[in-house]
T-cell receptor, first 115, second 110 residues
Framework: GAVVSQHPSWVICKSGTSVKIECRSL??????MFWYRQFPKQSLMLMAT?????????EQGVEKDKFLINHASLTLSTLTVTSAHPEDSSFYIC???????????FGEGSRLTVL | GEDVEQSLFLSVREGDSSVINCTYT??????LYWYKQEPGAGLQLLTY?????DMKQDQRLTVLLNKKDKHLSLRIADTQTGDSAIYFC??????????FGKGTRLSVIA
């Protein structure tokens, strides 16, 4: 099946630094990618919808200046957590919608720990 | 907005069947999904069902959909310890993003 790769899988950073997480569709093209955040023992909350070549659409309550999303190509979307703080520590998961079929595929997630 | 509800915990004995239930509010849901998440891992798609179906079976997994009551269930036959995980119900309408339930933590007792 189609594969969505996230990198890095784990990242630890100091408070105040910025962290970039990549989401790649390895063997298909994705015009739309979604970024989710999952707190421990909780469900996935949609953060934003990323469309190739245009600005991301953020869900209510998600700071767009804090969580920068770029979808520069049909196979890559990036989420940058700017000036990270401990409360940003979370599991971030992306999903990509295959252009041809509309199927959704999930990445393995990226665990961010901010010290 | 749309809402998806699941019970939070389920405990079963190895070899028994597990039934995880889910209710949703969006009457225009087109696709309904079950995902499995093991500790520290991403989501694994288990199965999905279109809203015009009422049952789908895939090996040990049986999905039942009652569209009138907006109720979805996942039955796992002959539950094994490797089935211990969190199971998420999710729904979407057309090209909208998935809306997830809070997940049901399945514990399998040997």
């Amino acid at each position: 099946g189609a594969v969505v790769s996230q990198h890095p899988s784990w990242v630890i950073c100091k408070s105040g630094t910025s962290v970039k997480i990549e989401c790649r569709s390895l063997d298909f093209q994705a015009t739309t990618m979604f970024w989710y955040r999952q707190f421990p023992k909780q469900s996935l909350m949609l953060m934003a919808t990323s469309n190739e070549g245009s600005k991301a659409t953020y869900e209510q309550g998600v700071e767009k200046d804090k969580f920068l999303i770029n979808h520069a190509s049909l196979t890559l979307s990036t989420l940058t957590v700017t000036s990270a703080h401990p409360e940003d520590s979370s599991f971030y998961i992306c999903s990509a919608r295959e252009l041809d079929t509309g199927e959704l595929f999930f990445g393995e997630g990226s665990r961010l720990t901010v010290l | 907005g749309e809402d998806v509800e699941q019970s939070l915990f389920l405990s079963v004995r190895e070899g028994d069947s597990s039934v995880i239930n889910c209710t949703y509010t969006d009457s225009s849901s087109t696709y309904l999904y079950w995902y499995k998440q093991e500790p520290g891992a991403g989501l694994q798609l288990l199965t999905y069902i279109f809203s015009n179906m009422d049952m789908k079976q895939d090996q040990r997994l049986t999905v039942l959909l009652n569209k009138k009551d907006k109720h979805l269930s996942l039955r796992i036959a002959d539950t094994q310890t490797g089935d211990s995980a969190i199971y998420f119900c999710a729904e979407r309408d057309g090209n909208t993003p998935l809306v997830f339930g809070k997940g049901t933590r399945l514990s399998v007792i040997a």
